[in-house]
């Protein structure tokens, strides 16, 4: 078999990585659901090949500390514990390519991907980790703050609020359902949506306006975010009204955007089937999608729980269901 060497230099942090002619399985994304992946395929013996993309790593990358997930008593930095997950992978051998994958042919019993810098992978099978993008509001200062009192994950992040004030952005069943989960941290949450009714269903409104933590702003969107990151962080939100123009400020240290998740599945859209969010389609609690051999895991295919436990976790499943699937094909 042909091994192709390609060198993309860094040292010992990234060293010479094998291209075969035919790989037995690429897996595509760097987040916990990929990672996971690569192990599992790494101790199967199928010499998996990662393509990271950019930046590699997924949404943990920018999350500050993470204190739910297993096996880590004190919290972990987004980061570190992406470099856990790799480092422990490639011990176990995964090749990493740190590069982008701009097309797929995902069709026929060999796959062809084609990177960033022209380089087409042939494989016979392919796990899709490429994961989902948070929706943010697209503002200079909430970039600038993002892990800095401006999240889009209220459950990986509401602890750190204890006791504070803090606002969530939206106005569907999850912006309702992060506020209320707040409650349970929080002194006061403000839900800001720019309507003066929700869109959310009638028993999570009525869950929401019930409760006393809560406080509605109708007709408003942020206008602009107060802070610093190398301060104390947000520190308001100034908001402007819809219908008025005017302009308010209040007091948080923490802002949730709840405006939804893209899955980053364009590149592929036309091949894998998709339900009407745009999330891959997987069958019978498997991670099989609807063409043989390709596979998906993690938060491209997860419109729920969106959770790196649950990546990593459904990454292990498409690792195995692909071990299997290799071998009924007759593939050594």
């Known amino acids: 078999m042909t091994e192709i060497s390609i060198n993309f230099g860094g040292g010992d942090e990234m060293p010479d990585v094998e291209i075969r002619e035919l790989e037995n399985v690429v897996i595509v994304g760097s987040g916990p659901a990929g990672l996971t992946a690569a192990i599992y395929a790494s101790r199967a013996n199928l010499f998996p090949l990662l393509v990271e993309g950019y930046p590699g790593g997924g949404q943990l990358m920018e999350t500050t500390d993470v204190e739910n997930f297993p096996g880590y008593p004190e919290a972990v930095k987004g980061p570190d514990l992406i470099n856990d997950l790799k480092q422990q992978a490639l011990r176990f051998g995964t090749r990493f390519l740190a590069s982008e994958i701009v097309s797929f042919n995902l ?5 062809e991907l084609t990177t960033d810098m022209g380089l087409k992978i042939k494989t016979r099978a392919v796990i899709l980790g490429t994961g989902a993008s948070a929706r943010y509001l697209g503002m200079e200062n909430e970039t600038k703050l993002k892990g800095y009192g401006v999240s889009a994950c209220a459950v990986c992040d509401g602890f750190f609020y204890r006791n504070q004030h803090v606002a969530v952005i939206g106005g569907g069943d999850s912006a309702l359902e992060d ?15 720019r309507r003066d009714e929700f869109r959310a269903s ?10 006393p933590k809560v406080q509605i702003v109708w007709n408003s969107v942020v206008d602009d975010l107060v802070g610093e990151p190398d301060k104390d962080g ?11 123009d005017e302009v308010t400020e209040i007091s948080v240290t923490g802002m949730f955007v709840a405006v939804g998740h893209d899955p980053n599945t364009t590149l592929f859209a036309n091949q894998v089937e998709l339900d009407k969010a745009g999330f891959i389609k997987t069958s019978d609690n498997t991670s099989h999608t609807n063409i043989p051999g390709v596979f998906a895991c993690g938060d491209v295919m997860d419109p729920r729980y969106k959770q790196a436990i649950t990546a990593a976790g459904s990454g292990c499943k498409a690792a195995l269901d ?11």
């Open 202 to 211: 009638k028993i999570m409104q009525q869950r929401a306006l019930s409760n």
């Open 107 to 111: 069709n026929g019993d060999v796959k």
């Open 179 to 193: 506020a209320l989960f707040l409650t349970k941290h929080a002194e006061k949450v403000y839900i800001v949506h």
């Open 322 to 332: 692909t071990e299997k699937w290799l071998i009924e094909m007759g593939y050594e």
């Open 234 to 244: 947000l520190t308001a939100l100034r908001l402007r009204n819809t219908k008025t």
